[in-house]
């Protein structure tokens, strides 16, 4: 069985990738024999057929074509804002960061419980709905593995909010910041709050903080309504960023049944956000998507119809080649991810998708298709491509769409969209975001076509 032109490992790719920076425009291309129909299935079970469209006489061949930026896309922007850091339901906290990120977070408490069941002097078990609220605590619980600060102990401070806040619109600068309604903090990040409490978290002993609390601040808490209740918790040591994935309040309460004990119930978070500082620009030169709130980056795409000038495939086929949308067994972008900012470099590994966009000229608003990505989950990237080792070469796959494309209809008889949109499966997904490479440098974004073509046909 004769070799198919196999996929390069990572570091191939990256000389692969380096290699058509050398020849810019002119594409680069693999050819393979294929000689056994079981090869044919990998590329999504296409029947080869000959340059006319019937079965091919001889042995079809695998063709890559890598094609340069300027040859198959063009007007690549970048949008924000989709989504809120209050969608996570969860929060960041950091002190100078990296020397720049500053974050705290914001909890709203739901109604407290008002009935336990308690034993009364008797000794029955009954339920009371008269309890008094005397104190507490409350209980934080952290990421581990997604905050920074490893096996050393921060120190965290809580205190009550004062403003009225939104969760959904509140951000460093702003209270409330909706259409008709935009009020700034009194102090920017949250404040003025009243102290409460401190608290540290030391991850070599597990994943919770515990901060003691008043009877006056649970009594302050216990109003859901009132848009000025609310806990703010920050950072007190620099140099860490950590992820709260969670905080309930045990409170202690004296039941009327049973004055002389003390019962404890518990309440959960019925709003959290974050707040940052300072918030990124979108890149002048690159692809970014992530962050929260997420980030887009969109693209117009087209695929060439003719193939001229290239050796390799000529000797295959008469040139100039009119490709087909049955020749394209695989389709996908190319992408060289790229350090990210320190303070947003990711933790964790960011899923990336990818859909076509129906109106480009609603953007930011315009509805997306379905992913393009199989599998719900979308393409991986591990953290370090962003951090300590980029440079990777990340593929994206699109086959669908291309040949949709290049047909100029969907399956459905529908004309092909023409633009893309990059953005993380989840949105938002955490503080962190994916970079990559743009167009008019080394690395720039490329097309790989993989075509199952046949060899020319010769009259007897």
Not at 125 to 154: H, K, M
Request: include cysteine.
């Amino acid at each position: 069985m004769s070799a198919v032109a196999r996929r390069p490992a990572p570091k191939e790719e990256a000389g692969f990738l380096s290699s058509i920076s050398l020849l810019k425009r002119r594409a680069v291309v693999v050819v393979a024999s294929v000689a056994a129909p079981a090869l044919l299935i990998a590329c999504e079970e296409q029947s080869p057929v000959g340059i006319g469209g019937g079965p091919l006489p001889g042995e079809p061949v695998t063709v890559e074509v890598t094609i340069p930026w300027s040859d198959f896309a063009s007007a690549l922007e970048v949008f924000g804002g989709y989504g809120s850091p209050q969608d996570l339901g969860q929060g960041v906290l950091a002190l100078q960061y990296e020397g720049t990120l500053d974050a705290r977070t914001l909890l709203r408490f739901a109604e407290y419980p008002d009935t336990a069941t308690v034993r009364d002097s008797t000794g029955t078990s009954r339920p009371d709905g008269d309890l008094t609220f005397v104190g507490g605590r409350l209980v934080t619980r952290f990421d581990t593995i997604a905050s920074t600060n490893g096996t050393t102990p921060v120190t965290l401070a809580i205190g009550r909010t004062e403003t009225e806040w939104d969760a959904t619109t509140a951000s460093w600068d702003f209270a409330i910041d909706t259409i008709n309604d935009q009020r700034p903090w009194p102090e920017p990040g949250g404040g003025p709050v009243t102290p409460v409490d401190t608290a540290v978290w030391d991850p070599a002993e597990g994943d919770s903080a515990v901060f003691e609390l008043d009877s006056a601040t649970i009594a302050a808490w216990s109003d859901p309504s009132d848009l000025t209740s609310g806990a703010r918790i920050e950072m007190i040591d620099a140099g860490h960023r950590v992820r709260l994935t969670g905080a309930t309040l045990r409170l202690d309460a004296r039941p009327s049944l049973n004055p002389d004990t003390i019962i404890q119930v518990n309440a959960f978070t019925s709003a959290a956000t974050f707040l940052y500082t300072p918030f990124p620009t979108p890149p002048p030169d690159g692809v970014r998507i992530g962050g929260a709130p997420a980030w887009r980056t969109l693209l117009d795409v087209s695929i060439p119809e003719v193939l001229d000038g290239i050796p390799e495939l000529c000797a295959v086929v008469e040139c100039p080649y009119t490709l087909t949308p049955v020749e394209i067994s695989f389709a996908a972008l190319l992408l060289t991810s790229r350090e990210t900012e320190a303070a947003f470099q990711p933790s964790d590994s960011i899923r990336l998708d990818v859909r076509p966009v129906f109106d480009r000229s609603a953007m930011p608003k315009s509805p997306l298709g379905p992913s393009l990505v199989e599998g719900d989950l979308g393409r991986p990237v591990p953290p370090e491509a962003f951090g300590s080792a980029p440079g990777q070469p990340i593929e994206i796959p699109f086959t669908t769409f291309a040949r949709d494309l290049l047909r100029g209809f969907d399956d459905r008889g529908n004309p092909a969209p023409g633009t893309l949109a990059l953005l993380s499966v989840f949105e938002p997904f955490s503080i962190s975001f994916a970079s990559f490479e743009g167009p008019g440098n080394a690395s720039e974004p490329v097309l790989k076509l993989v075509l199952t073509i046949g060899p020319p046909v010769e009259l007897p």
